[in-house]
């Protein structure tokens, strides 16, 4: 493979970001340089150091060049390929964006995708990505750049929006979570040891987070009978809060399984692609309590754990071992080879809508499969879920539209109107507009 | 006018059948002969009577021969226009509709056109219509036919399913009370004496009980900026509990000032076209309690009082001064005289999307302007709502279309998904569950 | 009706900028002034003396002010309505229009509209039509605008194209004239004298000049078994050779027996709304031969004729007769008077599709139904034609696109591109090349 | 590779039939059954002889089973595989398809998937494909179909007409050969071997042999640029006359230079994907002369060669050289392979529009790239060519449409209108209709 030059933005991320490295040194056949550019800049000279080690340990050093560049236009020049992985303001931002809501009544189990966190996480992080955009249009235009900031979408529709001729997609690794859950059911359907998820072949629909699973095959053989099968039984919905109790008590914020997917199959026809957590915020139902949620084994990812966490990702200090490469589920370095010409990927991409989803305008971004080769992604027509699902999807993305909309014009009555229309709202009217103005002051970006 | 032959299915209502025959007396140069008919014959013949009355007191007998017949094809054997407005099931069945809801907690104002009373009513109602249809079909296809019954999408659309190549339309006087009110703000505002409604002439968009302003003249003057400030002004907002519990002790259930019609505007853009006894139930915050609800001036109808009000107009007896006849608000009349050729009509229709409203698909039961003239109705092509009013339109309309295919195909699952998907269902999925085979059991229709 | 201000963009023709002054004279209830402006300064100011005259003549002087203005912007200056009929550049360029396809044996019947005569006009006319809109936009937005100019649809798309808030509409008579010719025949076949042609109501769909007629009533009585009959009888296509031979020799170029409309809807499903002359042009196989073209009775306009009937109509002295007002077929006066408020019209008119033809894109200029009342017009939904007139006329307004876009951004070669998708064009590519290249030279505007 | 059971309807053809054949011989992993099934029974069973011979020669006797089987429901039973590839009626019925268009001046270079010869080869063969769906429908629903049968378009939809869930598709090798033409430039251009046409990665779009190329990458190197300027170079159209005329001598009819598609590229703004040829045949301005076409280097295929070739076929004797399997250009083996799962294969396929052509209307039979795996294959959304290019593809497209309802109505009022619309076509209506009911009675199947 050709040198090739990427520029990591959010290159001081002690999580992504060396994810990132050790998938390039577990990547024998790749190399060139790595500029790391950050906000904290000093985050980003500290994950050189970092990589350096990663290549080392590795035994692939040399092949990656590390480097930090302050600068945003000059950490652009020449790269091939940009990845974009940002936290939009502080640890203290995701206060307002979780906590508030809360006082009012409002539960989230993530809150960076959807709901009223989701919009003003969407607020504070779009206006970076315009200038992203700007940025790369100017230095890099023919680069592409592979986006993994929540909320995907609308950071993804922000890079258009600010440059529509940007080759950019969002990448999300949630539907492969669901691709292994099929995987697991496929050993135990047919008394094999599991697949790799990659052997599940989906046919996915809709936007980030709250994606569809409309087929699924392994080694052709048609899995849909024996999902809805699953999710009619009866036995798939006992009650889970004993489970989900201990996933509070041991931390296991981020487990799923698969319920309310399924649930969503049984009730409105095709299987929630992405993790319980994601797909309850998109649905006025299941977040009504947390013992409603538990029932389904699903826990919501509490601030002050967020906190600590922050805190851990910035002192953490990698063992030889945790710098040890693996194969990981992460896409980005099999995206970048595809797009280098080394091979090629049948995958799930969010892209501007050309056709490849019916039910939705052209232009927003959606996730279905697409098919990444030499310098080319291509979307794959995807099949339609039933009305109801359509239904669904639809509203979502005419939310996103709407803060979309809201943020690049700096129209709060129309971010008002969003916030309003969000499946998670059951607010009155002038509670609702308290809380959004509560937190528009409590949102502002801070770093 | 040439002789006209109308067949009212639902003759033998009190109200409503009896207010048409006053508007066709009231109408010096229509003649012809009105067939009642209603499963209830009884109350046909009883009409049939309280009819040849209404042309005695208004020295028009003889222009109108009324009878009643038993037999639908009979009834309607050569007619030029049919009218249906009837009440499926007992007022039993309404019970079902209403009360349940609310023991689960879910508060409906009207219960007849969505929420979950609004999907039960539909479902005693739609074979009906389907039936209607066929008849119509074998015996008068080129009658022109005017459904009044709600709810009124879903019952037009349940003819069309059943005849696509049907003459009808859906017509309700909604809109005409906000042409009214808006009439009664050009009197403050130009320091004139009330105009008549019809000389208010707005844009509308959306579905029946959902429809949307989105323009008003008044002798050629845009009214928009003035309706935009008034749902600016925060006056406009101000506690109305009180005139609310007046309301209640009054029993005045169908009074509204419009201030959530304005809210509507001021939060989404566009100015709501009904009651907001009707409005409210498309959205979820305004039903959360009464006295949230109160705050708007708006009162729900209780059942109780429904129950007795069905038997006083079961008892009605109509004394000379009530059937004089005088310009009333239906268009009955008026649009059966525009078909006939005598004038032309321009008015808000409910009909198949041809292209009219450009946000949904076509073939749905839209709301929009229409013009009526000689043998001919033609949709208006209704301007577009900012997205945010798209977006809740079109979510009440495809859960409309699953309603509609759901009874046709006798689909409880589907209609679950329906129900489970509507803006005012916030129960958890099993309440929902529990709920639905409840209303299933209660509202089974019954005479 | 209050005081108006006119705008008459070419008020300096003696055909049309008259006829419009004497339907004012001939509508008591309208008052004002007239603004000529045409960029022939003092024929515009010869015709402010036959203005005059006119108002003398009827009774109605005094009712409006006739004036002259030279610049455009004063001229627009406090107008309520804007008149364009412009020639865009003299009558030599029409020469090429005309001539040279016919030097390559492309033979036109008008070439005002379609085929390479329309397209190089367009390319003259467009130029002003952008100036036009800019000068409106700047000095009157809210002022209505009729366009009368040919292309019809191109100029009317080209102030759009220029000002997308603009309040414009392009107006022609051609459905008039098949509305006359139903009217005959009605006529005919109910044996009664014959009915006004407003009677006659006509649903129309497609681009000026290639209209087409879905349905047609009379009294409410469906007209389309009888025309669809006469379109079926073989005594219909008898051959016209003779009374085409005679019309040359007469110079009636204008007469059309709507053959062609009928043979349309013989072989396609619709009936051509527009005379026979204009129909041909827009279908490769009428127009091979003047023999074949006889055979309908339709004859091509000479451009010597042209020449002749220019200097008839610049040296034009009106008798007394001739300024006396009657009722006349334009609708100009008509459409004013319901744009003021004073009543409402039901007529045909071009518009931006709005989704009254529902197999065009949105945007494109469309010729179908329309309401027009107190400020306010709106497109009427256009019933579908079948697919093979969806197949021409989407044809015909891609072209049409093309065109626009090509003349807008200066692009020859997309130009070119539209020129060589013409029906008309059956030349093979080099010779088209060839002409096309003649052409842009030959008609390159000059006064 | 598991067993596999193929039906080869058309089992009989000299040609492709033993094409196939060789094609399963020289890939070594597939084994099953073929079952040969032919209107010619006899025919069939001489197959069988070479096909085991075939087997012999290779190899590879034994892997697959060979037999013929005259009654269709019994061929098509167990079947994992169909392929269709007939001759609809004999060599006499293209005699009527080629002269009689001659006769009246319209030329045609195939004149089997377009023109007056694809119309009326359509209306023979279309019948047979309504009854092989039917056979499938009721026998192996599930089975995958690929036709091979001109007109390619229509054979194809009109399996999906008579069984909407067919598993169908058509193939056709014309994109090959273009991406064979570009990897022969790939080696002028950067001085390398040509390379493999599957090395080629195109975008296209159209409806087959009418596709187009809307991109071009060799290595993830963006080709368009130097394909534009080859487009643009006059030397490019130098006149080919001598070429053309040694082809007519040597009889080498389905020779291209790919100067047609070029000039389509300079003209229209996108490359023909498909023989000049067949390019020609579907835009009016080539086929004008033998002469115009010679000029870019095409013959038009002779029917009397087509007699000869047909006998020639018919007594066909292979050499043992001449069964050896080599790697061929036909897919259909690779097709099979990847449906059974043992590779993938992103190639071009034609299939309903789902939305990869987002020009056309939803289910019209339209050629995109598309990735087939095990038991699917999913169309990739094809990126839109110039509005110039959309308009002449959406042309064809909408008489393919009217053929087939005229064929499955039996409606030939509008199989005329489909046949007056054909680019072709440029006589006037009444030769026309004098044509098309010549070709009626000339075309009618006959064996």
Redesign the interface.
């Known amino acids: 493979m050709k040198e090739t030059r990427i520029c990591i933005i959010g290159g001081g991320s002690r999580l992504w970001a060396i994810q990132f490295l050790k998938d390039l040194a577990y990547n024998r056949n790749t190399h060139g340089t790595v500029v790391l550019h950050d906000i904290d800049h000093n985050a980003a000279m500290n994950n050189v150091a970092v990589g350096k080690e990663i290549f080392h340990v590795n035994d692939s050093e040399g092949r990656f060049d590390i480097i930090a560049e302050d600068n945003l236009e000059k950490a652009l020049e020449g790269v091939d390929l940009v990845i974009i992985s940002i936290e939009p303001g502080n640890i203290e931002c995701r206060k307002g964006d979780l906590l508030l809501p809360e006082e009012y009544g409002i539960k989230q189990s993530v809150g960076d995708t959807t709901g009223p966190g989701g919009i003003m996480r969407a607020r504070r992080a779009l206006p970076f990505f315009f200038g992203f955009a700007q940025a790369i249009k100017k230095v890099c235009p023919n680069a592409w750049v592979i986006n993994y900031t929540n909320p995907m979408t609308l950071c993804t529709a922000a890079l258009y929006k600010a440059f529509p001729e940007i080759k950019a997609l969002g990448c999300c690794h949630e539907v492969f979570h669901t691709e292994t859950f099929i995987a697991e059911k496929v050993s135990e359907w047919f008394n094999v040891s599991v697949p790799d998820r990659r052997e599940i072949?989906v046919?996915i629909t809709g936007v980030n987070h709250f994606t569809w699973v409309t087929?699924a095959?392994w080694?052709?053989?048609?899995l849909m009978p024996r999902i809805r099968a699953l999710a009619e039984d009866k036995d798939t919905y006992k009650d889970l809060t004993e489970v989900a109790k201990k996933r509070v008590e041991e931390k296991k914020w981020f487990d799923s399984d698969h319920i309310i997917a399924l649930?969503l199959l049984r009730?409105?026809?095709a299987l929630g692609a992405a993790g319980d957590r994601h797909l309850s915020e998109f649905v006025?139902?299941?977040l009504?309590s947390d013992e409603?949620l538990w029932k389904y084994g699903v826990v919501r990812t509490p601030y002050w754990w967020r906190v600590e966490e922050d805190k851990r990702k910035k002192a953490k200090v990698f063992s030889e071992e945790e710098l040890k490469a693996t194969l990981s589920d992460e896409e980005g370095v099999d995206i970048m080879c595809s797009?280098?010409?080394e091979r090629?990927l049948?995958t799930n991409i969010n892209r501007p809508n050309?056709?490849?989803?019916?039910y939705l305008p052209?232009g927003r971004i959606v996730e279905s499969?697409g098919?990444i080769?030499?310098?080319?992604i291509?979307?794959?027509?995807?099949?339609?879920p039933?009305?109801?699902v359509?239904?669904?999807v639809?509203?979502v993305s005419?939310?996103q539209?709407?803060t979309l909309?809201a943020i690049w014009n700096n129209d709060e009555k129309?971010l008002?109107?969003?916030f309003?229309?969000d499946p998670l709202?059951?607010?009155?009217?002038d509670k609702?507009k308290e809380l959004f103005d509560k937190m528009l002051i409590a949102s502002a970006y801070r770093v």
Not at 219 to 222: A, M
Not at 373 to 376: F, L, Q
């Open positions: 072949k046919d087929g095959t080694n052709g053989i048609d649930s009730d409105f026809g006025p139902f299941y009504t409603e797009l280098m010409g090629t049948y050309e056709g490849q989803i019916s052209k499969n098919y080769s030499n310098n080319s291509r979307p794959i027509v995807a099949k339609d039933p009305l109801a359509q239904n669904m639809r509203r005419d939310i539209e709407m909309e129309l008002f109107a969003a309003l229309s709202m059951t607010l009155n009217r609702a």
